[in-house]
């Protein structure tokens, strides 16, 4: 490869990884599970090997979309490296999906085999299959679906010593994945990232960088950049990783002095969580060195005072390639700095720079090719206008300062963030207003007490109605969204706000926030909490 910008293909295509890390240090340690079983790189390319070529058998060709339901555990982990191995395209789903989100995603795939948990596959009794064909059930049994085959997991054993090579060498730039985002103004959106994407984002950032004897702790779903990122990233650097079901705050600091954990990141509402743990004489009694904490919260230098850590902070999304970074962050609330190789811009609504102070949305490209998304699957008008003059539109609004430090002000797409999790408006609007007793709805982020948002729902009632009952909306919402998109918060009002062009005014709503009038669910004692799945062994 000539061009001196991008690194050897040996460096970012995983196949080639694979082979490299088995053969140079088969005994070293690649992944580390909750059981304490830990697969060295010589066990990843043995079951690599071995499911790629069960794959095979099931059709899974070079270039083919798959999609993957399934928990973090060491199911997901080796499928989805198996599939990288194939040059074939990873394609998860969030494992709460279903109804509307979940046919969305399995028709804008055009996938023809799922493999899938089996507490979940009864939710594709209620969707169009789309091209879906074929389910490989992992993790127990499931009932017949009509128009569906479904195979026993037993079918993803297979003889690497009997896998074919690709019909053509893996290239850098060629999709290694779809991620969906929450969609903002309407479905979710299926990102097209490279191998060369990845390596930029978990290898370039000064705030993400490591050593060589570094084990990070992944937390975060592997249907999400933050989950499978950090483990594509172990094999870019020949490091290692814990893989656990999620973040718990009780077992944070335990899992990092039970499996050796020397970095990991920390999002949203984690943060708080921790440090609102008392005080202990064990706070600096761990193996951690650096925490990238995202976005960076006001008390992180107490933070790194209490636990005796660096840390770190960065601007990332499924899109780009973790463009701005800073270590030991000197300003509060910033998000740092350009990474070299990554130009960044503050514009106005004509792609024009704004000056210093002034908001605007953030703007990125890089001077690698393929180092930032190349497009949004099936979606060429999302696409287009994302990557209008050349530069990729984050949709979020920020500042830089005359130092040159870039700061996050607000999402200028319609979007909430609760819990780590990324929610469309657009999603819950669609299901609230589906219910008998609303005539018109919108669905706001309001601040919680956690940091970032809560979900309000602001609705006006059908004719003939002056109120809404909360608890029967609430129950009509359960099995038609994840637990975390259903409203925290519900409001009445005669008429929502609008413009003259009938565009509900969004920024009015979330000035007024929860109200005297405001029915809170959780107060009224309904929480809602995700299902609990356990990986197969």
């Avoid at 990070?216 to 079901?245: K, Q």
């Avoid at 009780?250 to 984690?270: D, K, N, Q, Y």
């Avoid at 413009?499 to 107060?523: A, F, S």
Wanted: hydrophobic share 40%; charged share 25%.
């Amino acid at each position: 490869m000539l061009d001196k910008r991008m690194p050897p293909r040996g460096d970012c295509v995983m196949r080639d990884l694979i082979d490299r890390h088995a053969r140079y240090t088969p005994d070293g340690a690649y992944a580390v599970f909750a059981d304490g079983t830990i697969w060295t790189y010589g066990d990843l390319r043995r079951r690599v090997r071995d499911t790629a070529e069960a794959l095979q058998r099931l059709g899974v060709a070079q270039g083919d979309f798959v999609v993957v339901w399934l928990p973090n555990g060491p199911e997901c982990l080796r499928v989805m490296l198996a599939l990288n191995y194939l040059g074939a395209v990873y394609v998860p789903i969030n494992t709460s999906y279903r109804g509307g989100l979940l046919a969305h995603v399995i028709d804008n795939s055009g996938a023809r085999l799922m493999i899938g948990a089996a507490p979940l596959l009864g939710r594709l009794r209620d969707v169009a299959h789309a091209e879906l064909g074929d389910v490989v059930v992992v993790g127990g049994t499931a009932e017949p679906i009509a128009g569906l085959t479904l195979h026993d997991a037993s079918v993803l054993d297979g003889d690497g010593e009997k896998l074919t090579p690709p019909a053509r060498e893996i290239q850098p730039w060629d999709t290694l994945c779809i991620i969906y985002t929450s969609g903002t103004t309407g479905p979710s959106k299926g990102v097209l990232c490279s191998s060369l994407q990845l390596h930029a984002m978990f290898t370039a950032s000064e705030a993400l960088e490591s050593q060589p004897d570094d084990r990070s702790l992944v937390t975060m779903p592997m249907f999400h950049v933050g989950g499978a990122g950090p483990i594509w990233g172990a094999l870019y650097r020949g490091t290692s990783f814990a893989l656990v079901e999620s973040f718990k705050t009780h077992e944070f600091w335990p899992t990092i002095r039970r499996f050796g954990i020397t970095s990991t990141i920390l999002v949203g509402a984690m943060t708080p969580f921790l440090l609102k743990e008392p005080p202990s004489p064990a706070d600096r009694d761990h193996t951690l060195r650096t925490v990238t904490m995202v976005p960076l919260s006001d008390q992180h230098r107490a933070f790194a005072e209490r636990f005796g850590v660096e840390v770190h902070t960065a601007f990332n999304m499924t899109e780009i390639s973790s463009p701005l970074s800073v270590r030991n962050p000197e300003t509060l609330g910033t998000c740092g700095q350009p990474r070299a190789g990554v130009e960044v811009r503050v514009v106005d609504e004509n792609d024009c720079e704004v000056e210093a102070g002034v908001v605007g949305e953030l703007i990125v490209r890089t001077d690698m090719p393929w180092g930032l998304n190349h497009g949004y699957h099936k979606n060429p008008e999302a696409t287009a206008r994302a990557w209008r003059n050349g530069w990729f539109h984050t949709g979020d609004a920020f500042r830089r300062d005359a130092d040159g430090n870039f700061f996050f002000v607000d999402r200028i797409k319609d979007a909430i963030r609760r819990r780590g999790e990324n929610i469309s408006s657009f999603e819950v609007e669609k299901e609230i207003v589906a219910f008998d007793q609303v005539r018109d709805v919108a669905v706001v982020g309001v601040p919680s007490e956690f940091g970032e948002d809560e979900v309000l729902a602001v609705m006006s009632a059908v004719a003939g109605r002056n109120t809404i009952e909360f608890e029967r909306l609430v129950d009509f919402l359960r099995p038609r969204l994840p637990h975390f998109m259903v409203p925290r918060y519900y409001r009445v009002v005669a008429d929502l706000p609008r413009t003259p062009t009938e565009k509900v005014q969004k920024h009015m709503l979330r000035t007024e926030g929860v109200t005297p009038d405001t029915w809170d669910r959780e107060k009224a004692g309904i929480f809602l909490k995700q299902e609990r799945l356990t990986a197969a062994p």
